[in-house]
Nanobody, 123 residues
């Protein structure tokens, strides 16, 4: 098991940037695929990005491709989401999650979740 804690959310103007962090406990962080999801009020949880355990492979949802960058530092047990060129429609609670293997985009494929961090983008 791994415990996840997100940070870095906040209020930003459209066009701005935020860097979200996901700190993980446990000694096996590098064995997990890390994912970022988001959920806006009244909407389903949406896949944002994922990164493989070693960081070699990344995947992005269509709505953020080219604007967001996922990364990880296994020495620090931390995953990151650099969100650039933010739009009001990016407003949501952002969650990090951990999965035992690569290639999952569905929230049901991620057994471990953080508590979420709010991102609000003003127009």
């Amino acid at each position: 098991q791994v415990q996840l804690v997100e940070s870095g959310g906040g209020l930003v103007q459209a066009g701005g940037s935020l860097r979200l962090s996901c700190a993980a406990s446990g000694r096996t962080f590098s064995s997990y695929t890390m994912g970022w999801f988001r959920q806006a009020p009244g909407k389903e949880r949406e896949f944002v990005a994922s990164i493989s355990g070693g960081g070699r492979y990344t995947d992005y949802g269509n709505s953020v491709k080219g604007r967001f960058i996922i990364s990880r530092d296994n020495n620090k047990n931390t995953a990151y989401l650099q969100a650039n060129s933010l739009k009001p429609e990016d407003t949501a609670v952002y969650y990090c999650a951990a999965a035992p293997d690569w290639g999952r985009r569905s929230p049901s494929g991620y057994p471990e979740w953080g508590q979420g961090t709010q991102v609000t983008v003003s127009s």
